[in-house]
């Protein structure tokens, strides 16, 4: 995804690892008093990066153990000299499993890694050019799913495949609702075809929380056939644009969410800048935070919104929102101090285990068994 693109289209339109025991699990189902949310984070995943060490360097700091973690992949049907389905479709979801955690795929229709995409992606994938592709991605979903052992919290083996996502921005190829529809059902058949069910690989539809120059984001919902589960995406921009708290940002396209579909809610991607103006101001940051993670640990906002998941974007990219809140040494960059840490010297106005989620939040975090949030 392309940050800077999204910003300046607002500006303009407006708007191999042990398995973890666990012991003494709450089974208690989700009434209004046990409801709870699947906290997750998206980290940078690649071959310099060991990607689970970094992880778990990062829930010591906060104490806090994830539900879910959060990584990326375009189609990229090469099969030589590069083969990158295994590893994004198999290794990298069991593992994330066998440590403890869902794998959520953000599943991008683009070919952008090998080539400029076509802009009749769309038709290219529901008249079956991407099928040989498909069935590779769909061999290596189900040799996970086969070799996973089931979990004591979550039950299944499981991923979440979040496809096409923030299809409500004017720049991305499928954001025509006629075709994305059209390329979404025959994705979800096709897999649902080769026999992944729906309790085990489930579907994420998740627009960006503003509407860019598009449709309503209401225009592509493929269903509730179609889909498993429904995604927000939305940011605090700091500088680039007036600063707003979670609520604020969410509020509205939450409620609509609620209105175009009983199916549970996710944030699939939130974050906050530290950028005010033309400085960075950590301390602020720090606040937002804070305020953000009081709010998501509160279960009467999660009951009033349907709200299930929420998954952190910790990425701090020049460039583009600095987002980070703990990022690896290597890759943190010189104006992005605010709440990351660099070679393993923390640089914090307030400590995030002061600020994270409380300990009741999350389900791996709170030993609750989770399976009726899947059923």
């Excluded at 998206?42 to 973690?69: A, M, T």
């Excluded at 279960?299 to 998954?311: D, I, P, S, T």
């Excluded at 106005?349 to 068994?369: D, T």
Aim: glycine share 4%.
């Amino acid at each position: 995804m392309n940050r800077r693109k999204i910003l300046k289209s607002m500006l303009l339109f407006g708007a191999s690892y042990p398995a973890l025991k666990f012991m003494n699990l709450n089974a208690n189902s989700l009434d209004s008093h046990n409801i709870n949310l699947l906290t997750g984070i998206c980290n940078e995943i690649s071959y310099k990066i060991k990607y689970l060490n970094e992880l778990n360097k990062f829930e010591d700091y906060v104490g806090h153990k994830h539900d879910i973690f959060h990584f990326f992949s375009m189609f990229d049907y090469r099969s030589t000299p590069y083969d990158m389905v295994a590893p994004l479709f198999y290794t990298i979801p069991l593992n994330l499993w066998n440590s403890g955690r869902i794998p959520l795929l953000t599943w991008y229709p683009s070919t952008g890694v090998i080539e400029k995409t076509p802009v009749d992606m769309c038709k290219r994938i529901y008249t079956g050019l991407f099928d040989n592709y498909l069935a590779r991605c769909c061999k290596s979903i189900k040799e996970y799913l086969n070799v996973a052992k089931a979990s004591p919290i979550y039950g299944s083996p499981k991923i979440f495949i979040r496809f096409a996502h923030e299809m409500n921005i004017h720049y991305r190829l499928y954001s025509k609702p006629e075709e994305f529809i059209k390329m979404w059902r025959y994705v979800y058949n096709y897999l649902r075809n080769y026999g992944l069910n729906k309790e085990q690989v489930l579907f994420i539809f998740s627009p960006n929380c503003v509407d860019i120059n598009t449709q309503p984001f209401e225009n592509y919902y493929p269903g509730d056939d179609y889909t498993e589960w429904l995604g927000l995406d939305g940011y605090n921009w700091g500088g680039h644009g007036p600063w707003k708290s979670f609520f604020e940002i969410f509020d509205e396209p939450m409620s609509r969410m609620n209105a175009l579909s009983n199916k549970p809610l996710g944030i699939c991607e939130f974050g906050t800048s530290a950028k005010i103006k033309n400085t960075f101001n950590a301390s602020k940051k720090s606040l937002w935070l804070e305020d953000t993670f009081k709010w998501l640990s509160n279960k009467e906002n999660l009951k009033r919104y349907n709200l299930r998941m929420a998954v952190y974007f910790n990425f701090s990219k020049q460039k583009d929102i600095d987002s980070g809140i703990y990022l690896h040494s290597a890759r943190a960059t010189v104006n992005n101090d605010a709440l990351n840490h660099s070679d393993n010297e923390f640089k914090t106005i307030k400590s995030l285990n002061e600020i994270y989620y409380k300990e009741n939040i999350g389900f791996l975090n709170a030993r609750q068994n989770a399976t009726k949030v899947f059923s």
